[in-house]
């Protein structure tokens, strides 16, 4: 963007904070509802109390839309943990993570899942959504192998998987409850496993 073109877009009227939110809240509630074919920009401009315009504005598709509003719900503090330990960190991890899901992310989930599998461009949206999340979680494992909690070789992304992989389980396929307990036993699992 040339100066120019900042100093316009400066005089414009700020973007408001209330209708990102309203967007993103109802795109996410919708495609839960609907799925990808059966959302509609309509639909989320009369939930969110906007026009269409001021939805196309931020985002110049349906994937962009649906893609940004689940990555902004489901917030990273599970992955921006550091408590200064590998115990603390997986704890607060999965219990971050079973919190999460047993809210509107957790209803949204299984139909972003299934949707990926049809839509193409969707799938590719959410693959460098799951690859950031992953990303950051390697960071947390090797400040673990840093302060000497992990050996040097730790297979962290198998580490990683051993966290999550159970907890999607319970989500999509036996449909256990969520809980903080499972979350610790998890925790606890998984320490025995790696750490030194």
Known sequence: MTPAEAAA???????????????????????????????????????????????????????DLVVEAAS?????????????TLEGDLRGFARAMVRKLKGTVGRIMPVMVFETRRYPELAEGYRRFIDGRRARMRETLRRAVDRGELPADADIDLMGTMIVGPIFHRLLVSQEPLTDAFADKLADAVMRAFAV
Do not use: M, N, Q
């Open 9 to 63: 877009r400066a005089l414009g009227r700020p973007r408001s904070v209330e209708a990102d939110e309203a967007i993103r809240l109802a795109a996410v509630e919708l495609f839960g509802e609907h799925g990808f074919e059966g959302l509609s920009v309509d639909e989320v401009a009369a939930r969110a109390g906007v026009s269409k315009a001021t939805i196309y504005r931020r985002y110049p598709s349906k994937v």
């Open 72 to 84: 902004c719900l489901a917030d990273d503090t599970a992955v921006h943990i550091d408590t200064g």
